[in-house]
Protein backbone atom coordinates (compact mmCIF):
# COMPACT_ATOMS: atom_id res chain seq x y z
CA UNK A 1 0.00 0.00 0.00
CA UNK A 2 1.33 3.22 -1.45
CA UNK A 3 0.32 6.00 1.55
CA UNK A 4 1.23 10.21 1.55
CA UNK A 5 0.88 10.70 4.92
CA UNK A 6 0.35 14.55 4.87
CA UNK A 7 -1.90 15.80 2.19
CA UNK A 8 -5.01 18.24 1.38
CA UNK A 9 -7.71 18.22 -0.42
CA UNK A 10 -7.99 22.34 -0.76
CA UNK A 11 -5.91 24.93 -3.22
CA UNK A 12 -5.47 27.34 0.21
CA UNK A 13 -6.85 27.69 3.47
CA UNK A 14 -8.89 30.74 2.51
CA UNK A 15 -10.42 29.58 -0.05
CA UNK A 16 -13.97 28.20 -0.09
CA UNK A 17 -14.15 24.24 -0.34
CA UNK A 18 -14.91 22.85 -4.35
CA UNK A 19 -15.48 19.38 -4.06
CA UNK A 20 -14.85 19.32 -7.87
CA UNK A 21 -11.07 20.67 -6.64
CA UNK A 22 -11.07 18.00 -4.26
CA UNK A 23 -12.59 15.02 -6.43
CA UNK A 24 -9.45 16.38 -9.00
CA UNK A 25 -6.48 16.09 -6.40
CA UNK A 26 -8.13 12.81 -5.60
CA UNK A 27 -8.09 11.62 -9.29
CA UNK A 28 -4.72 12.82 -9.29
CA UNK A 29 -3.48 10.98 -6.73
CA UNK A 30 -4.07 7.67 -7.88
CA UNK A 31 -3.03 8.40 -11.19
CA UNK A 32 0.53 9.08 -9.71
CA UNK A 33 -0.14 5.58 -8.51
CA UNK A 34 -0.88 5.99 -4.64
CA UNK A 35 -3.04 3.42 -3.17
CA UNK A 36 -4.40 5.56 -0.27
CA UNK A 37 -3.14 8.96 1.85
CA UNK A 38 -4.28 11.18 5.26
CA UNK A 39 -6.19 13.78 4.32
CA UNK A 40 -4.69 16.64 6.74
CA UNK A 41 -6.73 19.65 6.16
CA UNK A 42 -5.79 22.27 8.31
CA UNK A 43 -7.61 22.66 11.31
CA UNK A 44 -8.64 26.43 10.81
CA UNK A 45 -9.47 26.04 6.44
CA UNK A 46 -12.77 28.03 5.52
CA UNK A 47 -15.29 25.29 5.49
CA UNK A 48 -13.22 22.31 6.97
CA UNK A 49 -16.78 20.32 8.32
CA UNK A 50 -17.96 20.95 4.54
CA UNK A 51 -14.79 18.91 3.12
CA UNK A 52 -15.63 15.58 5.38
CA UNK A 53 -19.62 16.08 4.77
CA UNK A 54 -18.97 15.67 1.16
CA UNK A 55 -16.47 12.91 1.18
CA UNK A 56 -19.21 10.93 3.36
CA UNK A 57 -21.87 11.40 1.09
CA UNK A 58 -19.78 10.66 -2.07
CA UNK A 59 -17.45 8.18 -1.30
CA UNK A 60 -17.99 4.64 0.05
CA UNK A 61 -16.90 4.20 3.81
CA UNK A 62 -14.67 1.33 4.97
CA UNK A 63 -13.90 1.07 8.45
CA UNK A 64 -12.05 3.81 9.45
CA UNK A 65 -11.48 4.92 5.66
CA UNK A 66 -13.13 5.89 2.53
CA UNK A 67 -13.09 4.82 -0.66
CA UNK A 68 -12.85 6.92 -4.11
CA UNK A 69 -14.77 6.13 -6.91
CA UNK A 70 -11.03 4.93 -8.73
CA UNK A 71 -10.26 3.40 -5.73
CA UNK A 72 -7.48 5.25 -3.24
CA UNK A 73 -8.24 4.99 0.35
CA UNK A 74 -8.88 8.08 2.75
CA UNK A 75 -7.95 7.98 6.14
CA UNK A 76 -9.45 11.34 7.54
CA UNK A 77 -7.15 13.76 9.53
CA UNK A 78 -6.58 17.28 10.46
CA UNK A 79 -3.29 19.74 10.60
CA UNK A 80 -3.27 21.95 14.02
CA UNK A 81 -1.18 24.59 15.03
CA UNK A 82 -0.09 25.29 18.40
CA UNK A 83 0.80 28.09 20.69
CA UNK A 84 4.83 28.03 20.37
CA UNK A 85 4.54 27.72 16.71
CA UNK A 86 4.68 24.63 14.17
CA UNK A 87 1.86 22.03 12.82
CA UNK A 88 1.04 18.69 14.39
CA UNK A 89 -0.72 15.79 12.59
CA UNK A 90 -3.86 14.22 13.82
CA UNK A 91 -5.39 11.19 12.05
CA UNK A 92 -8.36 8.77 12.99
CA UNK A 93 -11.73 7.81 12.37
CA UNK A 94 -14.24 11.04 10.98
CA UNK A 95 -16.22 11.30 13.42
CA UNK A 96 -13.87 11.66 16.05
CA UNK A 97 -11.74 14.11 13.41
CA UNK A 98 -15.17 15.91 13.84
CA UNK A 99 -15.67 16.07 17.14
CA UNK A 100 -11.81 17.31 17.80
CA UNK A 101 -12.48 20.21 15.30
CA UNK A 102 -15.08 21.82 16.73
CA UNK A 103 -13.34 21.17 20.32
CA UNK A 104 -10.51 23.62 18.55
CA UNK A 105 -13.55 26.15 17.25
CA UNK A 106 -12.32 28.77 19.84
CA UNK A 107 -8.32 28.27 19.44
CA UNK A 108 -8.46 28.54 15.19
CA UNK A 109 -7.39 32.27 15.07
CA UNK A 110 -3.46 33.06 15.25
CA UNK A 111 -3.02 34.69 18.74
CA UNK A 112 -5.50 31.85 20.30
CA UNK A 113 -3.96 28.44 19.33
CA UNK A 114 -3.81 26.23 22.12
CA UNK A 115 -0.32 25.59 23.84
CA UNK A 116 0.93 21.87 23.20
CA UNK A 117 0.49 20.43 26.37
CA UNK A 118 -3.48 21.60 26.50
CA UNK A 119 -3.56 20.65 23.05
CA UNK A 120 -1.44 16.94 23.79
CA UNK A 121 -3.86 16.54 26.51
CA UNK A 122 -6.78 17.02 24.38
CA UNK A 123 -5.62 13.99 21.87
CA UNK A 124 -4.91 11.22 24.40
CA UNK A 125 -9.12 11.58 24.98
CA UNK A 126 -8.91 9.84 21.54
CA UNK A 127 -7.62 7.11 19.34
CA UNK A 128 -5.75 8.76 16.90
CA UNK A 129 -2.22 8.88 15.16
CA UNK A 130 -0.25 11.89 17.01
CA UNK A 131 2.33 13.59 14.56
CA UNK A 132 5.01 16.10 14.43
CA UNK A 133 4.55 17.93 11.26
CA UNK A 134 7.23 19.41 9.60
CA UNK A 135 9.58 19.65 12.94
CA UNK A 136 12.49 22.22 11.42
CA UNK A 137 10.07 24.16 8.84
CA UNK A 138 11.17 28.05 9.26
CA UNK A 139 8.98 29.86 11.81
CA UNK A 140 8.29 26.59 14.19
CA UNK A 141 9.51 25.72 17.20
CA UNK A 142 8.87 22.26 17.57
CA UNK A 143 12.31 20.59 18.52
CA UNK A 144 12.17 23.21 21.53
CA UNK A 145 9.30 21.60 23.18
CA UNK A 146 10.79 19.56 26.03
CA UNK A 147 11.52 15.84 25.68
CA UNK A 148 8.88 14.48 27.32
CA UNK A 149 6.37 16.80 25.31
CA UNK A 150 8.03 15.74 21.85
CA UNK A 151 7.47 11.50 23.13
CA UNK A 152 4.28 12.18 23.02
CA UNK A 153 4.08 12.25 19.54
CA UNK A 154 3.37 9.01 17.74
CA UNK A 155 5.82 9.49 14.35
CA UNK A 156 7.53 12.53 13.09
CA UNK A 157 6.78 14.01 9.25
CA UNK A 158 9.25 13.43 7.30
CA UNK A 159 8.05 16.37 4.53
CA UNK A 160 8.26 16.67 0.71
CA UNK A 161 8.49 20.28 0.92
CA UNK A 162 11.12 20.19 3.53
CA UNK A 163 13.12 17.71 1.08
CA UNK A 164 12.86 19.60 -1.85
CA UNK A 165 14.42 22.48 -0.46
CA UNK A 166 17.19 20.69 1.62
CA UNK A 167 17.38 17.34 1.00
CA UNK A 168 20.28 15.84 2.43
CA UNK A 169 20.58 18.08 5.42
CA UNK A 170 16.78 17.80 6.23
CA UNK A 171 16.72 13.75 6.17
CA UNK A 172 19.62 13.90 8.59
CA UNK A 173 18.05 16.22 10.76
CA UNK A 174 15.08 13.98 10.99
CA UNK A 175 17.06 10.69 11.22
CA UNK A 176 18.73 12.24 14.16
CA UNK A 177 15.97 13.34 15.54
CA UNK A 178 13.98 10.33 15.29
CA UNK A 179 16.96 8.19 16.89
CA UNK A 180 17.02 10.31 19.87
CA UNK A 181 13.21 10.59 20.29
CA UNK A 182 12.94 7.08 19.61
CA UNK A 183 9.88 7.79 17.20
CA UNK A 184 9.15 6.24 13.34
CA UNK A 185 9.78 8.95 10.80
CA UNK A 186 6.79 8.95 8.36
CA UNK A 187 6.56 10.40 4.70
CA UNK A 188 4.40 12.93 3.36
CA UNK A 189 3.96 15.38 0.24
CA UNK A 190 2.48 17.92 1.94
CA UNK A 191 0.71 18.55 -1.21
CA UNK A 192 -2.17 21.17 -1.57
CA UNK A 193 -2.09 20.68 -5.29
CA UNK A 194 -1.68 17.31 -7.62
CA UNK A 195 1.61 17.70 -8.89
CA UNK A 196 3.46 16.95 -5.83
CA UNK A 197 1.66 13.61 -5.12
CA UNK A 198 4.70 10.91 -5.09
CA UNK A 199 7.83 12.98 -4.64
CA UNK A 200 7.44 11.21 -1.23
CA UNK A 201 5.67 8.25 0.33
CA UNK A 202 5.50 5.60 2.27
CA UNK A 203 5.13 1.81 1.02
CA UNK A 204 3.57 -0.80 3.49
CA UNK A 205 4.11 -4.47 3.69
CA UNK A 206 -0.25 -4.73 3.66
CA UNK A 207 -2.72 -3.09 2.99
CA UNK A 208 -4.75 -1.57 6.26
CA UNK A 209 -8.16 -0.19 6.85
CA UNK A 210 -8.23 1.22 10.41
CA UNK A 211 -6.40 3.61 12.12
CA UNK A 212 -5.24 1.61 14.66
CA UNK A 213 -4.30 -0.85 11.50
CA UNK A 214 -2.25 2.03 10.07
CA UNK A 215 -0.47 2.19 13.95
CA UNK A 216 0.52 -0.96 14.15
CA UNK A 217 2.50 -1.33 10.99
CA UNK A 218 4.13 2.40 12.07
CA UNK A 219 5.04 1.04 14.83
CA UNK A 220 6.31 -2.53 13.86
CA UNK A 221 8.43 -0.89 10.73
CA UNK A 222 6.07 -2.34 8.25
CA UNK A 223 7.02 -0.16 5.79
CA UNK A 224 9.70 1.85 3.77
CA UNK A 225 10.15 5.57 3.05
CA UNK A 226 10.28 6.33 -1.33
CA UNK A 227 11.16 9.11 -2.69
CA UNK A 228 10.71 10.41 -6.27
CA UNK A 229 13.69 11.32 -8.81
CA UNK A 230 11.95 14.09 -9.65
CA UNK A 231 11.25 15.25 -5.97
CA UNK A 232 12.61 18.82 -6.59
CA UNK A 233 10.98 19.89 -9.56
CA UNK A 234 7.65 18.60 -9.13
CA UNK A 235 7.41 20.44 -5.54
CA UNK A 236 8.95 23.33 -7.36
CA UNK A 237 6.02 22.73 -10.08
CA UNK A 238 3.61 22.26 -7.48
CA UNK A 239 4.18 25.75 -5.87
CA UNK A 240 4.29 27.53 -9.09
CA UNK A 241 0.40 26.21 -9.98
CA UNK A 242 -0.78 27.16 -6.65
CA UNK A 243 0.45 30.36 -6.79
CA UNK A 244 -0.96 31.19 -10.09
CA UNK A 245 -4.32 29.88 -9.39
CA UNK A 246 -4.61 32.01 -6.47
CA UNK A 247 -4.05 34.92 -8.34
CA UNK A 248 -6.76 33.73 -11.09
CA UNK A 249 -9.20 33.97 -8.02
CA UNK A 250 -7.69 36.96 -6.70
CA UNK A 251 -8.21 39.07 -9.38
CA UNK A 252 -11.99 37.30 -9.70
CA UNK A 253 -11.21 34.40 -12.35
CA UNK A 254 -12.43 31.05 -12.54
CA UNK A 255 -9.24 28.54 -11.76
CA UNK A 256 -11.58 25.75 -11.35
CA UNK A 257 -12.14 26.61 -15.41
CA UNK A 258 -8.70 27.14 -15.93
CA UNK A 259 -7.76 24.32 -14.18
CA UNK A 260 -9.99 21.51 -15.39
CA UNK A 261 -10.86 22.43 -18.93
CA UNK A 262 -10.43 19.82 -21.04
CA UNK A 263 -10.57 17.63 -18.11
Known amino acids: MKLDMHTHGKLAKKLPFSPEYTDWLFREANEAGLDALCLTEHFNTLGFAEVYQYISENYEEERDTFLTREGLRIFPGMEVDIAEGGHTLVIGNMHVIL ?23 IVKE ?24 LKQFDF ?17 RMKELSKVLQKP ?42 TSDTL ?10 KRSLKAIHALGGDYLEVLLKGA
Open 126 to 149: YPVLFGAAHPYREGGHIPELTESE
Open 232 to 241: EFQVETAGTL
Open 185 to 226: LTAGSDTHQAFQYGCVYNVFDQTVRTVEGLSSQIQAGHYRIE
Open 156 to 172: LDLNGKDLAADYEGMSL
Open 99 to 121: EMNRRLSPYKEKGKFLPFAKWAE
